[in-house]
């Protein structure tokens, strides 16, 4: 639990709008799983007081980290950060950028970057 607050203050604060370099595939999911429990806590909260602009609120507010994270992560696996866009295509997008936010990245240094699991 520990680690996943630390990666998402990470995402979130020091790498807020960093679009260069990459991002392991822990940070990514770390960062997705922390998204969806903050969600569903909003969610309750907002149904609870009738405040129903917290969600989008937050939203606003982490969409330009998770784009940032997003492009990383393609970065990560040797792809343009273009690749983001495939999500859009209805259906068959979110399951193909799936696949490659779960893909392993490339080992040692690529077009952007080292290999963020070296030291």
Do not use: C
Not at 18 to 33: D, I, P, Q
Not at 79 to 105: C, M, R, T
């Amino acid at each position: 639990m520990n680690e996943l607050i630390e990666i998402y203050k990470t995402v979130v604060l020091k790498k807020y709008a960093e679009f260069n370099g990459r991002a392991r595939r822990r940070e990514y999911w770390m960062f997705v799983l922390a998204n969806f429990i903050v969600a569903v806590i909003l969610g309750i909260i907002a149904n609870l007081i009738h405040a129903y602009f917290l969600s989008a609120l937050y939203s606003l507010a982490i969409i330009v980290p998770g784009i940032a994270l997003s492009i990383r992560r393609m970065h990560d696996i040797n792809k343009s950060g273009w690749w983001i866009l495939v999500g859009l295509i209805p259906l068959i997008g979110w399951i193909w950028l799936i696949i490659l936010a779960v893909q392993e990245g490339t080992k040692g240094p690529n077009t952007y970057g080292p290999d963020p699991k070296q030291p």
